[in-house]
Antibody
Framework: QLQLHESGPGLVKPSETLSLTCTVS??????????WGWIRQSPGKGLEWIGS???????DYNPSLKSRVTISLDTSKNQFSLKLTSVTAADTAVYFC??????????WGPGTLVTVSS | SSELTQDPVVSVALGQTVRITCQGD??????ATWYQQKPGQAPVLLIF???IRPSGIPDRFSGSSSGDTASLTITGAQAEDEADYYC???????????FGGGTRLTVL
């Protein structure tokens, strides 16, 4: 059974780039049937879709974040990643990696808290 | 503000039935997906494609839709159903995905 797990720095300085990696275990990330995506949750707040990647290279991003977000795959490592540039305190959140596709996320990583602070 | 509107707080007596709603223009066209989230945990997929439950989800959870409103019904609420519930669907322009603001369910 597929499992997901996020990793990356828990603290990022304002204006810098947030980089997270999701490691997929129990199966291949390069299956054409799979979508992969990122969702975040600010402390005490609701869920926000960040973006998704499917068919290996096609990306779809939340318009409110599109200018700052990149999601990519590394099939050699069975991982996908999130990069969010020019972060501010408003980007402080728990970041979840998922198999989010067509509005459905069946698999979730446990989430990782990223705090933006100097 | 979210394009999908949920009541922030709903309560239900143990064993009773409760309906959690999600309202938005996009729901006239697109189905809602429902997630349950307990404190400190990742969300869990409850319902997709209007009323399909993934394996392992109890059949007391069901989904429905009418007009611009999608509903999650819990028939015979249990203490372990106390959680936050989120709906998810397309935005009104059908260009991206949005979540409702979430409903905190209290089981009395």
């Amino acid at each position: 059974q597929l499992q997901l797990h996020e990793s990356g720095p828990g603290l990022v300085k304002p204006s810098e780039t947030l980089s997270l990696t999701c490691t997929v275990s129990g199966g291949s990330i390069s299956s054409s049937n799979f979508y992969w995506g990122w969702i975040r949750q600010s402390p005490g707040k609701g869920l926000e879709w960040i973006g998704s990647i499917f068919n290996g290279a096609t990306t779809d991003y939340n318009p409110s974040l599109k200018s700052r977000v990149t999601i990519s795959l590394d099939t050699s490592k069975n991982q996908f990643s999130l990069k969010l540039t020019s972060v501010t305190a408003a980007d402080t959140a728990v970041y979840f990696c998922t198999d989010y596709g067509s509005g459905v996320a069946n698999l979730w990583g446990p989430g990782t808290l990223v705090t933006v602070s100097s | 503000s979210s394009e999908l509107t949920q009541d922030p707080v709903v309560s239900v007596a143990l064993g009773q039935t409760v309906r959690i709603t999600c309202q938005g223009d996009s729901l006239r066209t697109f189905s809602a997906t429902w997630y349950q989230q307990k404190p400190g945990q990742a969300p869990v997929l409850l319902i997709f494609a209007k009323n399909i439950r993934p394996s392992g989800i109890p059949d007391r959870f069901s989904g429905s839709s009418s007009g611009d409103t999608a509903s999650l019904t819990i028939t015979g609420a249990q203490a372990e159903d106390e959680a936050d519930y989120y709906c998810n669907s397309r935005d009104s322009s059908a260009t991206h995905w949005v979540f409702g603001g979430g409903t905190r369910l209290t089981v009395l």
